[in-house]
Structures are given as C-alpha cells and as structure tokens.
C-alpha cells in the first residue's frame, strides 16, 4: 500500500484505458492481482492479468470479494459489473508495469537493485537488516522479482521511505528492459551467474548483459569479477564500480576463510588494508551472500569496524510459513520471523486455506510499521482480522495491549512473550488452526514450541509452494477447457492428507481422488468440498460414501448392482465414475458388459454417470506407445457406445501424470495427476521442470570410532575392514527406510557429503559410514532431497520412486512450508 492518493481517473489517464467509472470517488491504494488475497477491497484496484488461464474468469470471484475497479483487456466483460469501475486496456500487465513507472518517477529516493542467479532474496532481506537502523526501507515482499512482481513491490514506495531494496528476476531475453524502468536503481549489485535459466538466452553472454542492463543508469554497481564472464571492466555498468573476489585482485579481496564451529572467520584486503568479519552462517552459499553484503556496506562508506558489528548479527531468513501439528489436536502455523502488515496478510490467508478446523487464532506481536500512528495501523490490522474471519486473537507487546478496544472479537493480551508463558496453563486451546506471528525480538519461537507437538528427529518436509508450482507445470501443459482430477490417494502420496487437499482446493483442482472411503471421510472432515472420487468404494462403506457425498467408482456390474440397492428408493442421480478396463487387467468393465451395464443404469434412476475412465499401463515409456495408442482407441470406442446407449454426456478420461507429459492427445476432458505433483514424472528427461515437493531429513543419535575388523549392527553383516567412524542415525525400516538400503545399498548426505550405510537397516535405526568425514552428534543427515533424489533412491534398491514416497510411515511427522 501507498500513501500517494490516486483517483480512478487518473489511473485511467496514466495507463491509458478506455475508462468506466461507475464511483469516481473510489481511492486506490492497492493493486491487486489474485482474486483471493485481497486485503482492502473498497481502495483495490483488481488486474485481469492472464497467464495460462485468463485473468478474466477470476473477474466474478474478485467481485465477491468487494473489489469494484478492474483493468481489463475484454471489451466483452466491460458491462459485467454495473456498479463498478472499468479500465479497459489492450494489454493489461502492460498497464500494471506503466503505473509502477509514474509512480516509482514521483519519488527521488536512493534506490537498490539486486539480480544474479541465486541469492537475490537473501542479499535483499539481508541488506534489510543491515541498513534498516539508517533508513526507512520499502523493499520486494518475499521474492517477487518478476515482470509481475516488481511493479506491485515499486507500488509500495511512499513519502516516508528513504531506501527502496527490490529484486529484479528474468527468465528470458528482453525482460530486463521493463524492470529497469520500474525499479530506476541508483545502486546495482549483481549476486552471480550460474546456470539457471540458461534455456531463455542463446548464451551466458547473452544472459549477462541482460542481468546488467538493470544497471545502465546506477551511480554504483557492487560485482564479482567472477560472474561477468570475459566482458571488459570498462564494458560495465555504474558510474563507480566495486568488486569482490575470492580468487583475484578485487576491491574487496577475500584472502581467507575459516570455518569457526557454525560461523565463517572472512579476511579481506580493502583499500591496502588487512580487515576482517565473522559471517553468522556455516554454508557456503551464506558465506558468498553474507560477502556480498559486506562489500554493499564498505562501498555505501561503512567503516570496516561497522560493517563488521552488523554482519555479525544477521539472522537466518525465515521466509517460510510451517505447517505443523499442534497440541489438543491444534493445527500450528507458526511464522515467528516477520511481522507487518502484508506478510500478516499472506499469513492470514494460508490460515483461511486450511480448513480442518472451524476456529481459527492469531498469536500476532507489536507490529512495525513506518509512517503510521498506532490507532491507524492497529485499526487497519483489525479490519483485516474481520476480513479474514478470525476468531480469537490473543495480542502481545504493550503496543498492541494498549490498542486493545479497537478488536471486536474475543481477544486476550499479554505485555510480553514471558508474561503469555507464565499464563500459558490456563490458556485454553483445542481443535483449532493457530497462527503465530510475531516480529523477530518477540522471540516467539518460544511459544510456537509450547503449543507445538514434539517433532521425533525424522521428518518429511513438504514444501506446498512445490506443489502449486508442480500442478501449474501440468497445467500449462493442457488445452484451455480441460478439467483436473488430483489423485491424492495413499495419504497423497505420503505426503499429507487434508493439508495437500486444502492447497489443491486453493489452487481450484476440479476434482480429488482417493483410494479408500475412509481416506475421502477424513477429507471431508478436514473442510475440502470439492467433488471426490473413491477408487475402491467397499459396500461396507456405502454408508460413509453416501453421508460424506463422496462418489464412488464402478467397476463391474455386481459393484453396480449393490450400490444402486443400496441406495434408498428416493435416491436420484447419485454421481458414480465408470471405470473402463483398456489393458491393465485389474479393475474395470469390458465391451463384453455393455447391454448389462447400459440396462442397469437406465433402469434405474438412482445413479447418474459423471465420468468414465480407463488407466494407461504404461505412459512413460516409450516401448508402450502403440500400447498407449490403443488402449486410447479402446477406452473411446466402448466409453462412446456407453455415452450413446445412456443418451447423455459425462467426463471422458484417461491420462496421468506421465500421459500428459507424453501424450497430449490424451487428455480429453480430463487429466489425472498423480506422482507429478509431488515431484516426480518417469515421462520427463531427469525430471525437468518439476520442484522437488518432499525433503526426508533425519539426525545423528551418536558417533562411533570402529577398530579394524570389529562388526557393526545385527547378524553382524557390517564391516570396516580398517576400521573408521560410524554415524547412528534415527531412520529404520519401521519408518519406511527398506531393509534392502543396508551394507552399503543406500547412501544419505551429511554435511553435503553422500555416505553409504553400513550393517543392516535396523527397525528404528541405521548406521552410516562416515569415516574421515567431521561429523557430530545431532547433525542433520539427509535421506533424499532434491539432489539426493527419489528416483535415486529407487534406482538403489530397484523399486520405483511411487513406493519410497508411500512407504514412509505414518510416524514420521510432516512439517508444512509455505511462502
Ligand atoms: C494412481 C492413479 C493415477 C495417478 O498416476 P500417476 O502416475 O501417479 O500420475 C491415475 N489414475 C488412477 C486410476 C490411479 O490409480
């Protein structure tokens, strides 16, 4: 949000649109571009921005939210709301970005802009914290970096701001044009150049000088010798250039590094002088970012002494919301790192995505807002507790405390986390989605591990950002109308139940898919109302199927016949799946079953066919396309004498995750996605294009030294012949790690380093063969992860990655990320 008052005409003038304007008293303050986030609805301003779907379907939800002033780009929505206002534009992100630039012109303020390959969001939060005492700092809301993201963070500059820190991405040539005239840097610092997005440009050349023409106009520009290739020092950007290095002569010139338990002891070589800092962080990629930052300090003028004291206290950036499971059935999510307003809202709005429990509390600190009284913020904040339905909101600080009168809900405050800790038994709560969060001296670590249940050192991380990417990657690959069962069977994937099913809700998949009633039960129970289909429909559970509205597949004509008795004799169009047996042989009518089938189900009014489908026996893999082909024939020859015999349409579908990767034909009018979105697909070459959804991470319960010859672990199957160390670690088979890992089968990474089991798998523990490598009790070892993959892991023990994902046991915790 900014302060600058703009009327709806005159944004109609700056951007150029065919207006009509229903409430030309309308401010905007805020651009809004996801129908479902909104924070102020009345002063937003709502962008029909298309991406693979268009922008305008999201037009009548965003009105339902409130919104009343849109910037389309279809004249044919132009009459659709009548009491709001219109821009009409030819191209509506055009719009966003020609905004972002007059506004971004109206304000002279130092301005720093960051791009590279990696790091760009650590630099940006880092140099934050770092300057955040000088200045007052607008800067990029997490990462947004893109052609999207940098006008809505350029929007956030008001009079008050004395430093604007915004991160610019690009994925292809020409794109850096635009964001330069959005962000105007006066100081560019570029982080590195590495391989991603190397598809977009004809070279790393080419990419390069893309990167720096975000700097054309810079009076400063902050790089690495390293990362710009063979161009000439005078070819740079900058009217004044400070570099750094760690291999060759550079104004900042790295000449030692060491590692000091977990922090890094850097030396440099500075202006003829021998100057140094401790970098807070042991990895390598923080040593480079925390260097990055130390050369943004010296060439802004900081003092070594300076610069020194402030990088020592930089702090690990908490960007990620968690999802964990909390105490009396509480659902935590705990955001201990941030506090103000739009991150609030982010926050809020991943509480109202879960929908397990119908309560819903906020644990929120004194928040820190620049330029705002505390009735102001506090009243806004208010509002947007109504807005997003919370119900209890239990306040801490005193400036919160003393806002109490403007929250009308049930509320409770506390002076300080101790005070809220040494009150904490008599504080109730059961059976309700907790959100924490609180600013960073709040400390509210402490609370959320009060309220948390005690994760056992072994847990699958899933990352529900990954996800979302992984289900849009499969989107973009389907034709407009195309519908989207997500198969969430088999605790999806062992990845989750209801906190998967929330997301893919969110993100409007069109239908789930389970395996077993009770699966479909407990997602109704957790809030999902999408339609859900159950694969395996017991006639012991047709009573669940039928009180939980879920809809079960047939698969033959006795499963036909007990269903429709089953049902009661008012019973009309209950929906059911027809699943149609093309090759696989396991489940599924055959042509030979049509006159029976056609009769039973136009006998009876009681069912209704929604869809028929058949299963691809072998979709990945190339030596099955002409089996691919013709069950494809087969499933559309007999799916079409059902659909005439019955004398209506229904849902025609077949592919999975590898179908539709492989076989675009194939998706009719809808696709089944399976193991894709958890961040696999047999179809793709290594994988590409998908996000690695699961990380499994483990500890090391003790170290041993092992003398030649000694044996280790039962049956006495593990031996180090010379001798050397043992790392226990807390994983076994009883957790889903399969015995066939054990004598050396199955490697894990600790400390970055691949290290293969020794002995046998125990039940609940493994040994590791860690010799010569420093390694220590309680350090974090890594079963599989996006380098350390499934499909490895698989590969190993030769099984496929389907069954190293679902055989994790139920014991393992799950811990949710979210951005
Ligand atoms: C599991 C399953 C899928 C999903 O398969 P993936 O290969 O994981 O995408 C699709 N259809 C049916 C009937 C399934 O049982």
């Known amino acids: 949000m900014n302060d600058t008052i703009y009327t709806i005409d005159h944004f109609a003038e700056i951007i150029q649109a065919k207006s009509f304007i229903a409430n030309p008293k309308l401010n905007v303050t805020r651009l809004v571009i996801d129908s479902r986030s909104v924070i102020d609805p009345e002063n937003?301003?709502?962008?029909?921005?298309?991406?693979?779907?268009?922008?305008?379907?999201?037009?009548?939800?965003?009105?339902?939210?409130?919104?009343?002033?849109?910037?389309?780009?279809?004249?044919?929505?132009?009459?659709?709301?009548?009491?709001?206002?219109?821009?009409?534009?030819?191209?509506?992100?055009?719009?966003?970005?020609?905004?972002?630039?007059?506004?971004?012109?109206?304000?002279?303020?130092?301005v720093l802009a960051i791009t590279g390959s990696n790091g760009k969001t650590i630099v940006k939060e880092w140099l934050y914290q770092l300057l955040a005492s000088d200045f007052n700092i607008v800067r990029s809301p997490k990462s947004f970096n893109s052609q999207i993201g940098v006008p809505l963070s350029v929007w956030n500059i008001s009079d008050e701001h004395t430093l604007g820190i915004f991160e610019a991405g690009i994925s292809k040539e020409n794109e850096m044009e635009a964001l330069q005239r959005i962000i105007q840097p006066t100081i560019g610092i570029l982080t590195n150049l590495?391989?991603?997005?190397?598809?977009?440009?004809?070279?790393?050349?080419?990419?390069?000088?893309?990167?720096?023409?975000?700097?054309?106009?810079?009076?400063?520009?902050?790089?690495?010798?390293?990362?710009?290739?063979?161009?000439?020092?005078?070819?740079?950007?900058?009217?004044?250039?400070?570099?750094?290095?760690?291999?060759?002569?550079?104004?900042?010139?790295?000449?030692?590094?060491?590692?000091?338990?977990?922090?890094?002891?850097?030396?440099?070589?500075?202006?003829?002088?021998?100057?140094?800092?401790?970098?807070?962080?042991?990895?390598?990629?923080?040593?480079?970012?925390?260097?990055?930052?130390?050369?943004?300090?010296?060439?802004?003028?900081?003092?070594?002494?300076?610069?020194?004291?402030?990088?020592?206290?930089?702090?690990?950036?908490?960007?990620?919301?968690?999802?964990?499971?909390?105490?009396?059935?509480?659902?935590?999510?705990?955001?201990?790192?941030?506090?103000?307003?739009?991150?609030?809202?982010i926050a809020l709005d991943f509480l109202n995505l879960q929908n397990q429990h119908a309560k819903k509390t906020l644990i929120l600190s004194d928040l820190h807002e620049t330029g705002k009284n505390q009735e102001e913020l506090y009243t806004e904040i208010s509002a947007l507790l109504k807005q997003k339905n919370l119900s209890r909101l239990i306040g801490i600080g005193p400036h919160i405390s003393a806002s109490a009168a403007l929250f009308d809900m049930d509320t409770s405050f506390f002076q300080s986390t101790q005070d809220f800790i040494?009150?904490?038994?008599?504080?109730?709560?059961?059976?309700?989605?907790?959100?924490?969060?609180?600013?960073?001296?709040?400390?509210?670590?402490?609370?959320?591990?009060?309220?948390?249940?005690?994760?056992?050192?072994?847990?699958?991380?899933?990352?529900?950002?990954?996800?979302?990417?992984?289900?849009?990657?499969?989107?973009?690959?389907?034709?407009?109308?195309?519908k989207i069962m997500a198969m969430v069977k088999a605790f999806s994937y062992g990845s989750g139940s209801f906190e998967i099913a929330n997301v893919l809700q969110y993100h409007k998949v069109d239908y789930l898919a389970v395996a077993y009633t009770d699966e479909g039960v407990a997602l109704r129970k957790g809030g999902i109302t999408l339609p859900i289909m159950v694969m395996s429909p017991e006639p012991s559970a047709f009573?669940?199927?039928?009180?939980?509205?879920?809809?079960?597949?047939?698969?033959?004509?006795?499963?036909?016949?007990?269903?429709?008795?089953?049902?009661?004799?008012?019973?009309?169009?209950?929906p059911v799946h027809l699943k149609i047996d093309t090759g696989m042989h396991r489940l599924g009518f055959e042509e030979g079953d049509l006159t029976e089938l056609l009769e039973m189900i136009r006998g009876s009014r009681k069912v209704k066919v929604v869809s028929a489908f058949s299963h691809l026996v072998g979709s990945e893999d190339e030596h099955h396309d002409a089996f691919t082909k013709h069950q494809m024939e087969r499933f559309s020859a007999f799916t079409r004498q059902i659909s005439d015999g019955l004398g209506y349409k229904f849902i025609w579908h077949i592919s999975n995750t590898s179908g539709i990767t492989r076989h675009p034909e194939a998706q009719l009018d809808m696709v089944r996605i399976g193991i894709g979105l958890y961040g696999y697909d047999?179809?793709?070459?290594?994988?590409?294009?998908?996000?690695?959804?699961?990380?499994?991470?483990?500890?090391?319960?003790?170290?041993?030294?092992?003398?030649?010859?000694?044996?280790?672990?039962?049956?006495?199957?593990?031996?180090?012949?010379?001798?050397?160390?043992?790392?226990?670690?807390?994983?076994?088979?009883?957790d889903g790690y399969n015995r066939r890992f054990g004598n050396g089968i199955g490697k894990m990474l600790i400390n970055g380093k691949l290290v293969p089991t020794v002995g046998v798998i125990c039940m609940d523990m493994c040994m590791l063969d860690v010799t010569g490598l420093e390694v220590k009790t309680g350090d974090e070892v890594i079963v599989f992860n996006g380098e350390l993959t499934i499909a490895n892991l698989a590969e190993q023990i030769q099984t496929i990655p389907y069954e190293i994902l679902t055989n994790i046991s139920q014991r393992v915790k799950r811990v949710y990320f979210y951005e």
């Open 44 to 110: 937003s301003l709502f962008f029909a921005l298309s991406s693979k779907r268009d922008g305008h379907e999201y037009l009548e939800d965003a009105y339902k939210n409130g919104i009343r002033s849109f910037v389309i780009s279809d004249a044919a929505y132009l009459e659709k709301f009548r009491d709001a206002n219109i821009l009409l534009v030819a191209d509506v992100l055009l719009a966003l970005q020609r905004l972002a630039i007059v506004h971004r012109e109206q304000y002279d303020l130092k």
């Open 194 to 345: 590495g391989e991603a997005h190397a598809e977009g440009f004809a070279s790393q050349k080419d990419k390069l000088l893309e990167k720096l023409k975000l700097f054309k106009d810079t009076d400063l520009f902050i790089y690495s010798p390293e990362y710009i290739l063979d161009l000439p020092v005078s070819e740079l950007p900058g009217q004044t250039k400070f570099s750094w290095s760690m291999k060759q002569k550079a104004d900042l010139q790295i000449s030692f590094i060491e590692p000091i338990e977990d922090r890094n002891y850097v030396r440099a070589l500075f202006k003829g002088a021998e100057i140094e800092c401790l970098i807070p962080f042991s990895d390598r990629a923080s040593v480079e970012n925390g260097i990055i930052c130390w050369a943004g300090l010296l060439s802004m003028g900081y003092s070594p002494e300076e610069a020194d004291a402030r990088l020592e206290k930089l702090t690990r950036v908490g960007m990620r919301l968690e999802l964990k499971n909390g105490i009396n059935q509480c659902s935590v999510i705990d955001d201990s790192y941030s506090a103000d307003i739009s991150s609030l809202a």
């Open 422 to 482: 040494d009150h904490f038994p008599a504080i109730h709560f059961s059976n309700e989605t907790i959100l924490v969060k609180g600013a960073r001296k709040f400390e509210f670590e402490r609370i959320s591990k009060l309220i948390t249940q005690k994760v056992h050192d072994t847990v699958l991380e899933i990352d529900l950002n990954a996800l979302a990417g992984n289900l849009q990657f499969y989107r973009n690959k389907l034709r407009p109308q195309v």
């Open 543 to 574: 009573d669940a199927i039928v009180k939980y509205n879920l809809e079960p597949e047939i698969y033959n004509l006795d499963i036909l016949s007990s269903f429709i008795n089953f049902l009661s004799a008012d019973a009309y169009d209950y």
């Open 682 to 734: 047999g179809g793709l070459d290594r994988n590409h294009g998908l996000q690695t959804v699961a990380v499994l991470k483990t500890t090391v319960t003790q170290v041993k030294e092992i003398k030649p010859n000694e044996t280790i672990g039962y049956g006495r199957r593990g031996i180090l012949p010379d001798g050397g160390t043992t790392a226990t670690v807390k994983i076994g088979y009883a």
